[in-house]
């Protein structure tokens, strides 16, 4: 595929995001996107994001895991909602930035089976999850295979 082809599905993909409002959070980034694909970044609020100890909250770790996988599913063209979310977190840690990656293991007609990892901006891992999506709408313009 060309890269004219390429810089124009992740337009697309970025501007789906945006209507579905996954990137309403000014603090959360997309920091590489490709099919099935993505790294995204999400920068600390001490206040609010931060426990009373100084470490990252859980329910922050859930929201940036949740952010990946629904941006990963508009990659391939879907918009999904979890069936299923299996999360282990590893690690509490003190940080300002968090990074979330994503792959897509399985893209069917009906659901999706995605992988993805949290870190710090060390690369300490923080969290894994395995989750199953459920596909609720094709997004027009957008392929499963890019």
């Known amino acids: ?38 790294r995204i970044s999400f920068s600390l609020t001490a206040g609010i994001d931060l426990d009373h100890r100084g470490k990252v909250r859980s329910s922050v770790i859930y929201r940036l895991l949740e952010s990946v996988l629904q941006i990963s599913a508009v990659s391939v063209g879907v918009e999904a909602e979890t069936l299923n979310f299996c999360c282990n977190i590893v690690k ?45 709408e094709t997004i027009k313009d957008i392929p499963r295979k890019w």
């Open 92 to 136: 509490y840690t003190a940080a300002e930035k968090l990074y979330a990656v994503c792959k897509i293991c399985h893209c069917g007609r009906m659901t999706l089976v995605a992988e993805a990892e949290v870190y710090d901006e060390n690369d300490t891992l923080l969290a894994t999850v395995l989750t199953t999506l459920f596909v609720v």
């Open 1 to 38: 595929m060309s890269t004219e082809n390429v810089s124009g599905i992740l337009f697309l993909v970025q501007s789906a995001c945006l209507e579905r409002r996954f990137l309403d959070d000014p603090a959360l980034s997309i920091e590489q996107l490709n099919c099935g694909q993505i």
